[in-house]
């Protein structure tokens, strides 16, 4: 057995590191290894396939160093890759071993929020033409009605360090414009990308003040943490010595550094890790 078994958390690039903050938090005790794909992000506008084989690619590398249980912080990964993960992937690779995503955490509790029965997601192209969310949350609140908005220039705009700036105004305004449009009676908003907890106080601040804006940190670590009391066979597996290390594919790893330390609150120092 290896000495660590750390819990794997992916993301394309930064964002899964708002989600990573949240389960740290409130799961401090555990082992962690983030990583970034960097080198070959955004993944929001490539079709399925790609994304699949860029996701496996990631996961395995986090199973080559010890995690036995991988989450995808990164709803273009999960709601692309993770179901053929699960239902094949892992039955070749090792069916002991575990990736979860976000979406369906999310889709369990979200429906909890809305006094309307309306929700907005905002996403990345790639997360709203899946059609995830429609299912997800229709299987758990089928009364619950769904309005998708495709977001595709905030991600830029936040990994490029604008999202402070002035110029990002505008084009959060015109998408938050468009999901509202679709219905005056929504109620609550979910950011259903780990990237755009950096633009909530401007979204928030173009909303009307009745409207609530919920981000999927909290939520995905309290299910994780569920998820655990729930399956000791996992739990007992992993090792608890509070060591985080980060990972990315891009060999720029200080530029890597600047933008992690900001997604994830404190000083990051990563590695960089070479495709094969």
Not at 39 to 64: D, K, M
Not at 141 to 157: G, I, T
């Amino acid at each position: 057995m290896l000495k660590n078994q750390p819990i794997g958390i992916f993301d394309s690039g930064y964002g899964g590191l708002t989600v990573f903050r949240s389960i740290a938090d409130q799961l401090p005790g555990y082992d962690y290894i983030y990583l970034g794909d960097n080198a070959r992000a955004p993944y929001g506008n490539r079709s399925f396939n790609t994304i699949h084989q860029y996701t496996w690619e990631c996961v395995q590398l986090l199973f080559g160093m010890g995690c036995p249980l991988v989450i995808l912080a990164c709803n273009t990964a999960s709601a692309k890759a993770l179901r053929t993960i699960q239902q094949q992937d892992l039955k070749k690779e090792d069916p002991a071993k575990r990736v979860l995503g976000v979406i369906r955490p999310t889709a369990e509790v979200i429906g909890n929020y809305t006094t309307t029965k309306e929700i907005g997601v905002l996403g990345t192209k790639g997360t709203v033409q899946s059609g995830s969310y429609f299912i997800e949350i229709n299987n758990f609140f089928p009364n619950v009605k769904v309005y998708q908005q495709a977001c595709p220039l905030w991600v830029p705009l936040i990994e490029n360090g604008e999202s402070d700036k002035p110029g990002a105004d505008y084009f959060v305004a015109s998408y938050l414009d468009q999901i509202l449009a679709q219905s005056s009676n929504i109620d609550t908003i979910l950011l259903a990308c780990t990237h755009y907890p950096l633009l909530q106080d401007k979204i928030k601040a173009y909303l009307p003040e009745d409207v609530r804006v919920i981000a999927q940190g909290d939520i995905v670590a309290k299910s994780l943490a569920d998820y655990l009391h729930r399956h000791p066979e996992m739990e007992t597996r992993l090792t608890q010595n509070g060591t985080r290390q980060f990972f990315t594919t891009s060999d720029d790893t200080p530029d890597f550094d600047h933008h992690a330390s900001i997604f994830f609150s404190e000083p990051v120092k990563s590695e960089f890790i070479p495709l094969k």
